[in-house]
């Protein structure tokens, strides 16, 4: 079935530096989401793209959608002891009436300060 | 906060017994899907309920049932638990009218199977 593969698996990195993230798939999606979840919490939607080689702000995140329809990455900058959390891609899979959202397993931020 | 709520919490069952969660959607959405989200993993869509009908289906056996009422609130349904079925349940909600349909989640369910 459709398998969104997110990479790094984790990052431990320095208050104050950048990080980037990615997603790829093997098929086409029309839709990339990034949710971000924090420890006892639902996922939280941080970015929605839907063009082709959107990019899109949201504060200190940016994230852009792949030409191809099959990758996506996130970038944060300047990261904060806030941003410790869980970042998954996500994209909707059309069914026959509505969607269901397909996850990556994950990328687990941790930052030290 | 998404005003997605779920109930309750954190629930500890035994093998073989049923278990019932229940999720009240955002206000002005007609939506509800359930996820599993076992630990280290991404959620696994279960299914959607659109106005009270199973509206899409993952894959999870026929033990998994679901209900939404007129308030469009919802409820997941695990009958005969395994040990397999310990993980964080999450809900959705969402207003499906054409085009973009953006989920919103609520804080979850942690279920425990022993």
């Known amino acids: 079935g459709q398998q969104l593969n997110q990479s790094p698996q984790s990052m431990f990195i320095q208050e104050g530096e950048d990080v980037s993230m990615n997603c790829t798939s093997s098929?086409?999606?029309?839709?990339w989401l990034w949710y971000k979840q924090d420890p006892g919490e639902g996922p939280v939607l941080l970015i929605a793209l839907y063009k082709a080689g959107e990019l899109t702000s949201n504060g200190r995140l940016t994230a852009q959608f792949g030409i191809t329809r099959k990758d996506s990455f996130l970038n944060i900058s300047a990261s904060i002891p806030s941003d410790v959390g869980i970042y998954f891609c996500?994209?909707?899979?059309?069914?026959?009436?509505?969607?269901?959202?397909?996850f990556g397993a994950g990328t687990i931020l941790r930052v030290k300060s | 906060e998404t005003g997605v709520t779920q109930s309750p919490t954190h629930l500890i069952k035994t093998r073989g017994q049923q278990v019932t969660l229940r999720c009240s959607s955002q206000?002005?959405?007609?939506?509800v899907s359930w996820y599993q989200q076992a630990l280290g993993q991404g959620p696994q869509f279960i299914f959607q309920?659109?106005?009270?009908?199973?509206?899409g289906r993952g894959n999870f056996p026929p033990r998994f049932s679901g209900l939404q009422f007129p308030n469009y609130s919802s409820e997941l349904n695990v009958n005969a638990l395994e040990l397999d079925d310990s993980a964080l349940y999450l809900c959705a909600s969402s207003l499906l009218a054409g085009g973009e349909e953006t989920q919103y989640f609520g804080p979850g369910t942690r279920l425990l199977v022993l």
């Open positions: 206000s002005g959405h007609n939506t």
């Open positions: 098929s086409i999606f029309n839709t």
């Open positions: 996500a994209g909707p899979k059309l069914g026959e009436y509505g969607n269901k959202l397909v």
């Open positions: 309920y659109y106005r009270e009908e199973e509206n």
